[in-house]
């Protein structure tokens, strides 16, 4: 991956126009983008990023719920989960990030974390996942060492515990999967079906706690709002 910025965003625009052609095969529903600063970083400075988010239609819809009602050219993408390709000095990143200024679809995931059957689905999804995807809860564009790995999280009650610190509104959510330069993933043999294969997985997370009138638990909310989002419910 170059180091040169205008370089490194040529690479993923190329990127992200094959991607896009495998997505409906795939039955992955985002829009892309247009712009090329990470969702994970609040400081303001450019990233090489290229950001899926909900459709349009389905991002109105929640900006009218979070009382927001401004045209969609000024989306922000914060207050919506998205899937970043992210390219910085130390790492390649596939990732999917939910920040704080999404909080309807974060208590959307603590109240369907409130019903067993859907604590016992999202751990599945966590299981099927490569062993080195990483969640945690911190802010930025580079990686931190706040995260368990999906294989950490698959023994014991790893899954439970580490879900029970997480706080709406205040922590990001984020799952992803980070390369160093010189990773053979990243050989332009093997970087689309890898790419596809990663953005698939965090499709699957991205669709089990994104808020949609299909997908609304934000009436579960309530009962978990004092206690954690894996909470003592049997």
């Avoid at 790995?149 to 706080?167: A, K």
């Avoid at 499709?203 to 954690?228: C, E, I, M």
Wanted: hydrophobic content about 35%; glycine content about 6%; some cysteine.
């Amino acid at each position: 991956m170059p180091a040169n910025q205008p370089l490194a965003n040529d690479l993923l625009n190329q990127l992200e126009t094959a991607l896009s052609a495998r997505f409906h095969k795939y039955s992955v529903s985002l829009d892309v983008a247009t712009t090329s600063e990470s969702s994970a970083d609040w400081s303001g400075n450019s990233n090489s990023t290229v950001t899926y988010h909900r459709p349009f239609e389905e991002a109105q819809n929640v900006e009218y719920l979070l009382g927001c009602d401004m045209p969609l050219s000024e989306l922000n993408l914060r207050r919506h989960p998205v899937i970043e390709l992210r390219l910085t000095p130390n790492h390649f990143s596939v990732e999917l990030v939910v920040s704080p200024e999404a909080w309807l679809d974060q208590q959307n995931l603590i109240g369907k974390l409130g019903i067993q059957r859907h604590r016992e689905a999202f751990r599945s999804t966590l299981q099927r996942m490569d062993g080195d995807f990483r969640l945690g809860f911190w802010s930025g564009c580079e990686l931190s060492d706040m995260h368990l790995t999906t294989r950490q999280l698959s023994r014991g009650n790893n899954l439970q515990e580490w879900m029970s610190t997480f706080c709406d509104g205040q922590d990001w959510l984020r799952v992803g999967v980070w390369y160093t330069p010189e990773a053979p993933q990243l050989d332009t043999s093997r970087i689309l079906r890898e790419l596809t294969d990663r953005i698939g997985a965090l499709y699957r997370v991205y669709t089990f706690l994104t808020w949609t009138s299909n997908n609304d638990f934000l009436s579960f909310y309530g009962k978990q709002v004092h206690r954690p989002a894996y909470a003592r419910v049997s």
